[in-house]
C-alpha cells in the first residue's frame, strides 16, 4: 500500500488501536491506558501535520477498499475534513491529560478511555469519510462510542440522558440509512465531490424530499431545533472530560455532515436552484437564538455550557446555508474555533466540581480568587464566544457577517448581534460573579483543602492551553497556518 | 474425496469418537472434532469458489437408490457459517463443561456433534428425502439439547418442542409423498422448477415454519431456547432454526418456485413483519434476560421472512443477498448473546435483568461480547447486521414496496430498544455483587463470536459473492 493511501487509514489507526486495546485488555492497568491514549494522541499529531503539509502541496491522500459487492469504503484526506481532524488531535491529547487528572482513581476507566478514544477515531472517520456510505459507517459508530461516555456515571439521571440520546441518534442513524439508500439507488456508488453528484435524472420534489430527509438525519447530532432535545443533557450529565469531547469535537460531526450534504452531494448550484438554502440558514439562525436564549435560563453552569453548544454549532449551518465563500469559511472555521473554546469552559466548569465542588453559576461568587488560573482561561473562552476582537470567536463572527453581506443576506448580521447580546447575557455573569463578588461562605466540596495550590495542574494546563489557542487563532488568523486561512482554503474549490 | 463428503463425516465422525473416549480426553476429541468439520467446511467453500456448484454421489450409486449431494455458494456459505459459529461454540462449551455442576456434560457433546452432523448434511442434500432423514434426526438432537438443563420445566419446554417439531416433520413429510405421486422425483435440483405440487408445497412450508417458529408458531420457541444450558441455547437459536428456513427457501425460490404463489409470498412476508414487531414487544416485557435474547429470536427471523415478497419484484438479487446474509449473521450474533447471558448466569447464579446493574465495571468483557453483538444484531454498520439490512432495503427501495424497508428500519429499532435496555442496566452505577469467577476461555470464545458478527460485514464481499454463485 503506497503512503498516500496509508495515510488516512494510520490517521484513523492512532485512534482506534487504542481504543480496541484498551477494551480488549486493559481493564486493570491505568499507565498503559494513558500511555496507549497519549501515544496515539501525539502519532496523530504528527500524522495530521504532515498530512496538511502535504494538502497544501496538492498531494491526494485517499484509501478505497471494497465493502459490498458495487460499494467502496473511501477515506480521503480533504482540506474541509482536514480541519476537524487537526481538531480532533488537539483535543484528543488535551482531554486525555486532563482525564488523568479529572478521574484519578474513580472507577471504570477503561471503559472512560476505550470509549472516548473510539469516540475520536469516530469522529475522524466522519471527517475523512470520501462517500456517503463510509460517512453513515462512522456516523453510527459515533452514536455507539458516545453512548458509554454519557452514562459514565451511571445514575439514574445520567441514564435517562443516555437513552433520551440513543433514541435521537439511532432514528436519526435510520433516516440517514434510508436517505444514503435512496441516494444510491438515484445516482449510483457515488463519492462526495465538489460541486454535486445528482444529475437532473430526478424530480425535483424527489431531491427536495431527499434534502430534507439527511439533513434532518445529519441534524439530529447537529442539534437543530427542534431535535436539539437530546443534547443539554447528555452533555452535561457526562464527567468534565467527556464534555469537553463531546460538546467541542463529536459534536461537530452533524455540522460537518450538513457541509458534505450541501457541498459534496448537491453542490451549491442545485441546492440553491431547488430553493432548500434559504429555510436552513433560517433554521440554523432560529437555532443559533433559541439555544442561547435557554442558556440564560440555566444555573448549572454545565447545562448552560451545553445549551450555549447548541447555539454555537448552527453557525457552521448558517455559514454552510449562506452560500457566499466568506460565509462558508466563517461557518466552517468555527468549527475549530468553537471546538477550542467550548473544551476551555467544559474544562474549566469540572476543575471547579473537582476542586471546590461548584456545579452552579449561583456558587461561582469569588471563584477567581480562589482558582484565579482557571477563571482566567474560563474568561478568555467567554470573551471569545462573545466575540470581543481579537479571540477566536470574533474571527467568525466577522468573516460570517462579511459573508453575509458578501451574499446579500444582511439579516445575517442582525443575527450576530443578538447571538452575540445574549451569549453576553448568559456568560458575563459567571465571569462577573467569579471576579467581582465575594465568595459567600466555604466551597461546597473542597479538595484538596489546604487551598495552598490551585488545583492539580493536569486539570489546569489544558484549559490555559486552549485559552491560549483561543487567542492565538484570533490574532494570527491571517497567518499561513491558521484555521481561518486553512478554511478559506477549503472553500476555494466549492466556489471557483 | 470431494470437501462435500468430509463436511458430513467430519462432524458424524466426532459423534463417535466423543462417544468413546475417555472423560480425561473428552475435551480434546470434540475440539479435534469441531476443528475437523471446521477445516472440511473451508475446503467445501474453496471447492466452490474455484470450480462454481457441483453434485456429488456419495459411495457411486447416484440418484434414486444413493445418496447424492449438491453443493452451490448458498450450501457452502451456510455450512461455513455453521461450522465456524459451532467451532466457537464448542471452545466455550469445553470451559463451560470444566463446572462439575454441569450434570449432562459428558452426554451434551455427542448430541451436539450430531445436530452439527444433521446440519452440514441437511444443508448439503440434493433431494427431499435425505432432506426429510437431516431434519429428524436434528429434531431429535435439539431436544436433547433442550432438556439438558435438567428439571421438570426443561422436560416440559424440550417435550413441548420435540412435539411441535414431530408435527413439522410428519407435514414435511406428507408434502413430501404427495409431491413424489405427482412428479416421481424428489430431486431438489432436477432442473425445471416443479410446476405442480401447490398443496405439497404448503404442507412443507406449514412444516417447516412451525420447526422455525415463524409468528405465530413460535409458542415453543421462548421456553425451550431459555432453559437450555447456555451452549445449547447458542446451538437452538443461533444455527437450528436457519435450517428450516433454508428449507423453505429452497422449495421456494428453487424446486418449487413454478407452484410458490405471490399470495403465499406476500403472506409470508406479512407474518415475517408481525414476528418482527411481535418478537420486540415480548422481549421488551421480559425480566430474564435469557428469555429476552429467546424472543430477540422470533423477531430476527421475521426479517428473513421479508425475501419471500421482495424475490418476487425487480429488487430480488438485492433481497436474496439480504435475506441469507442476515441468516448468517445472526448465527454469530445470536450465539454471542446467549453465551454472553450463560457467563453472567454462572458467575452471578441469576439472569434477571435487574441482578445485572453496574455489569460494566465487574464484567467488562463480557459485556463488550453483548453490546458488539447488540450492535450487529440491531444493525449498524460497518456490521454484517448492516449489509443484511443494507440489501434488504435496497430492495424494497428498487421494487417501491417501501412498507417493507420501513419493516426493516423500524425493527432495527426495536432491536435497539430492546437490546438496549439491557445495556442500561449494565452501565447503572452499582456495588458490584459477590461473583463466582469464571473461567477466562468463557469470555473469550463469547468475544470471538461478537467479532465475527461484526467484522462479517467488513468482509462482505466474500460471502455476497458465494451467495451468488448458483442462485
Known amino acids: 500500500m503506497s503512503w498516500s493511501a496509508g495515510l488516512p487509514l494510520l490517521v484513523l489507526g492512532a485512534s482506534l488501536v487504542p481504543a480496541l486495546a484498551i477494551l480488549l485488555w486493559s481493564a486493570h492497568r491505568h499507565p498503559a491506558r494513558v500511555a496507549l491514549c497519549l501515544g496515539g494522541a501525539l502519532t496523530k499529531l504528527v500524522l495530521v501535520g504532515v498530512m496538511l503539509g502535504g494538502v497544501t502541496r496538492g498531494e491526494r491522500y485517499e484509501w478505497r477498499g471494497t465493502f459490498l459487492l458495487d460499494l467502496d469504503l473511501v477515506l480521503r484526506a480533504d482540506p474541509i475534513g482536514l480541519l476537524l481532524v487537526s481538531l480532533a488531535a488537539v483535543l484528543w491529547l488535551l482531554t486525555t491529560i486532563y482525564a488523568v487528572g479529572y478521574l484519578q482513581d474513580a472507577p471504570r476507566q477503561a471503559s472512560f478511555f476505550g470509549f472516548s478514544s473510539l469516540s475520536v477515531a469516530a469522529i475522524v472517520g466522519v471527517a475523512l469519510a470520501g462517500n456517503p456510505v463510509t460517512f453513515l459507517l462512522f456516523f453510527e459508530l459515533l452514536t455507539v462510542a458516545t453512548y458509554p461516555l454519557v452514562v459514565h456515571r451511571g445514575t439514574r439521571a445520567a441514564l435517562a440522558a443516555g437513552t433520551r440520546y440513543l433514541v435521537f441518534a439511532l432514528t436519526g442513524g435510520a433516516v440517514l440509512l434510508a436517505g444514503v439508500l435512496v441516494l444510491h439507488t438515484v445516482a449510483g456508488p457515488v463519492d462526495f465531490t465538489t460541486g454535486g453528484v445528482l444529475s437532473g435524472s430526478s424530480s425535483r420534489g424527489q431531491l427536495t424530499a431527499l434534502f430534507v430527509g439527511l439533513v434532518a438525519a445529519v441534524g439530529v447530532k447537529a442539534a437543530i431545533v427542534p431535535l436539539h432535545l437530546w443534547l443539554p443533557g447528555a452533555h452535561s450529565i457526562a464527567p468534565g472530560p467527556a464534555s469537553a469531547l463531546l460538546s467541542g469535537l463529536t459534536v461537530n460531526a452533524g455540522a460537518f455532515g450538513i457541509a458534505r450534504i450541501v457541498f459534496d452531494v448537491y453542490g451549491l448550484e442545485l441546492a440553491t436552484d431547488l430553493g432548500l438554502l434559504g429555510p436552513l440558514a433560517v433554521l440554523a439562525a432560529v437555532t443559533i437564538v433559541y439555544g442561547s436564549l435557554r442558556a440564560l435560563a440555566q444555573d448549572e453552569l454545565k447545562r448552560r455550557l451545553a445549551y450555549s453548544t447548541v447555539s454555537q454549532l448552527s453557525y457552521v449551518a448558517l455559514g454552510v446555508a449562506v452560500a457566499g465563500p466568506l460565509a462558508a469559511a466563517g461557518g466552517l472555521v468555527h468549527v475549530v474555533h468553537q471546538g477550542i473554546m467550548k473544551a476551555t469552559l467544559f474544562y474549566g466548569a469540572g476543575g471547579l466540581s473537582q476542586t471546590l465542588g461548584v456545579t452552579r453559576v449561583s456558587e461561582l461568587n469569588g471563584v477567581g480568587r480562589r482558582m484565579p488560573l482557571t477563571m482566567a482561561a474560563f474568561t478568555v473562552a467567554s470573551l471569545g464566544m462573545i466575540g470581543v476582537p481579537p479571540l477566536a470567536g470574533f474571527v467568525t463572527k466577522w468573516v460570517l457577517g462579511l459573508g453575509g453581506l458578501q451574499a446579500g443576506a444582511g439579516w445575517v448580521v442582525g443575527v450576530l448581534v443578538a447571538s452575540s447580546l445574549l451569549n453576553a447575557a448568559y456568560l458575563l455573569p459567571i465571569v462577573y460573579r467569579a471576579w467581582f463578588l465575594d465568595p459567600v461562605a466555604g466551597w461546597p466540596r473542597e479538595h484538596p483543602p489546604t487551598g495552598r495550590v490551585e488545583t492539580r495542574p493536569t486539570l489546569l494546563w489544558p484549559p490555559m492551553v486552549t485559552a491560549t489557542l483561543t487567542l492565538l487563532v484570533g490574532v494570527l488568523a491571517g497567518a499561513g497556518l491558521s484555521p481561518l486561512t486553512w478554511a478559506s482554503f477549503a472553500v476555494e474549490g466549492v466556489f471557483e | ?471
Request: proline fraction near 4%; avoid cysteine.
Open chain 2, 1 to 471: 474425496m470431494s470437501w462435500a463428503a468430509w463436511a458430513v463425516s467430519a462432524p458424524l465422525l466426532g459423534v463417535v469418537l466423543t462417544l468413546v473416549v475417555p472423560r480425561r480426553l473428552l475435551a480434546l476429541a470434540a475440539l479435534v472434532a469441531a476443528a475437523a468439520s471446521s477445516a472440511a467446511a473451508v475446503g467445501l467453500t474453496s471447492e466452490v469458489w474455484g470450480r462454481g456448484p457441483f453434485r456429488l454421489h456419495l459411495g457411486g450409486w447416484g440418484a434414486p437408490l444413493g445418496i447424492d449431494l449438491y453443493v452451490d455458494g448458498l450450501a457452502a456459505v451456510m455450512v461455513l457459517l455453521t461450522s465456524t459459529t459451532g467451532l466457537l461454540i464448542s471452545a466455550y462449551a469445553v470451559s463451560y463443561a470444566r463446572d462439575e455442576r454441569w450434570s449432562a456434560r459428558a452426554g451434551f457433546w455427542p448430541i451436539w456433534m450430531l445436530a452439527w452432523a444433521s446440519l452440514h448434511t441437511l444443508f448439503l442434500s440434493a433431494d427431499l428425502f435425505n432432506l426429510y432423514i437431516a431434519l429428524e434426526l436434528l429434531a431429535i438432537a435439539a431436544a436433547a439439547l433442550v432438556v439438558f438443563a435438567g428439571g421438570l420445566s426443561a422436560l416440559v419446554a424440550g417435550t413441548r418442542y420435540l412435539l411441535a417439531a414431530f408435527a413439522g416433520s410428519m407435514l414435511f413429510l406428507l408434502g413430501v409423498a404427495l409431491l413424489y405421486a405427482e412428479t416421481g422425483s424428489l430431486d431438489l435440483y432436477g432442473g425445471e422448477p416443479v410446476t405442480t405440487g401447490g398443496t405439497a408445497l404448503v404442507l412443507m412450508t406449514v412444516g417447516m415454519l412451525l420447526k422455525t417458529a415463524l409468528f405465530p408458531l413460535h409458542f415453543w420457541l421462548p421456553a425451550a431456547h431459555s432453559i437450555a444450558p447456555g451452549p445449547a441455547s447458542a446451538v437452538l437459536s443461533g444455527l437450528v432454526v436457519k435450517a428450516s428456513f433454508y428449507v423453505v427457501v429452497r422449495l421456494w425460490e428453487q424446486a418449487l418456485a413454478g407452484s410458490a404463489t405471490v399470495v403465499g409470498a406476500w403472506l409470508l412476508g406479512l407474518l415475517g413483519a408481525i414476528a418482527v414487531v411481535w418478537g420486540a414487544v415480548q422481549a421488551l416485557r421480559q425480566q430474564r434476560l435469557k428469555l429476552l435474547i429467546a424472543y430477540s429470536t422470533v423477531a430476527q427471523l421475521g426479517f428473513l421472512f421479508l425475501l419471500f415478497p421482495l424475490s418476487r419484484t425487480s429488487g430480488a438479487a438485492d433481497a436474496w443477498q439480504g435475506a441469507l446474509f442476515h441468516a448468517l449473521t445472526h448465527a454469530p450474533g445470536k450465539a454471542a448473546l446467549f453465551l454472553a447471558a450463560a457467563t453472567v448466569l454462572r458467575s452471578v447464579g441469576s439472569d434477571r435483568i435487574e441482578d445485572l446493574r453496574g455489569a460494566v465495571s465487574w464484567m467488562p468483557l463480557t459485556v463488550l461480547s453483548f453490546g458488539a453483538a447488540s450492535i450487529s444484531l440491531v444493525g449498524l454498520p460497518p456490521t454484517g447486521g448492516f449489509v443484511a439490512k443494507w440489501h434488504l432495503l435496497a430492495a424494497a427501495v428498487d421494487a417501491g414496496h417501501w412498507w417493507w424497508g420501513v419493516v426493516v428500519l423500524a425493527g432495527g429499532l426495536l432491536t435497539a430498544l430492546y437490546l438496549g435496555r439491557v445495556v442500561r442496566v449494565f452501565f447503572v452505577s452499582a456495588p458490584a455483587p459477590s461473583i463466582a469467577t469464571v473461567p477466562r476461555g468463557l469470555d473469550i470464545s463469547t468475544l470471538l463470536l461478537a467479532a465475527l458478527a461484526v467484522v462479517l460485514g467488513l468482509v462482505a464481499a466474500g460471502p455476497l459473492t458465494l451467495l451468488r454463485i448458483g442462485a
